[in-house]
């Protein structure tokens, strides 16, 4: 049996598998990673993808027959949550996520253009990607693939999702926290068609630095 045979059973060798996805992303918590855990997680989850054979379309990654749903679902939820969800997180967490660090945005149009794309490739589609995509899918599938499953897998990798932006203060790790509860759910209730959380992510992002740009974030 070859390596790849083996790991085509989502039970096997998983311990180890989430232990060296474990691995990456302490690193990266701990500031031992260049620049952060996501590019690395989501070299290692291709990696095992291929591994199984199961690929990108076998975590929604597949060309959709039809865009309209996937981008009007997405974008409309990435565009609500910026100015609905997170103001009422706020009001319980006291004040938003610290993004002092993007300050320099303000009025910098090549800043702003370089921070799109980057919110665009490495947050929307690499943290889509490994939280949703890649662990999420992991750990329930292993775990038997029932609801229990993907309802704790759902509040374990947005708690872990979470403590990944700290730096960004108490409220940054709600807020991201909640977030990835919000994609979790987008991703499961639309077939685990993953376009539909990297689109309302990459959209939230935007916003999001569209105010900066044009100071006009609260509290910056």
């Known amino acids: 049996m070859t390596i790849r045979e083996s790991l085509r059973d989502p039970n096997r ?24 855990a996501t590019p ?21 990654l597949a ?15 990435g565009i609500g949550y910026q100015y609905l969800i997170e103001p009422l997180i706020a009001r319980f967490t006291g004040g938003l996520p610290d993004v002092s660090m993007f300050r320099p945005l303000i009025g910098n ?6 921070s ?3 919110a665009w490739v490495l947050a929307a589609f690499g943290e889509e990607f490994v939280y949703r995509g890649y662990l999420m899918n992991r750990i329930a599938t292993s775990a038997g693939g029932g609801r229990a499953a993907w309802v704790l897998t759902l509040i374990g990798t947005s708690l872990v999702f979470g403590l990944g932006h700290l730096y960004q203060g108490i409220a940054g790790v709600v807020t991201t926290g909640f977030s990835g509860l919000v994609f979790g759910i987008l991703y499961l ?11 309302a992510h990459g959209t939230m992002d935007t916003v999001g630095f569209l105010l900066i740009f044009l100071s006009a974030y609260p509290g910056l």
């Open 13 to 36: 060798f998983v311990a180890v598998e989430l232990a060296g996805a474990a691995l990456i992303l302490a690193a990266g918590f701990l500031g031992k990673l260049p620049f952060n």
């Open 40 to 60: 690395y997680l989501v070299a290692y989850g291709v990696l095992v993808l291929w591994l199984r054979r199961i690929g990108m379309r076998g975590v929604g």
């Open 63 to 77: 060309r959709a027959a039809r865009w309209s749903r996937p981008v009007f679902v997405g974008v409309g939820a």
């Open 109 to 114: 149009t090549h800043f702003l253009l370089l």
């Open 116 to 118: 799109l794309a980057v």
């Open 189 to 199: 209730t639309n077939h685990r068609n993953l376009w539909v959380p990297i689109l």
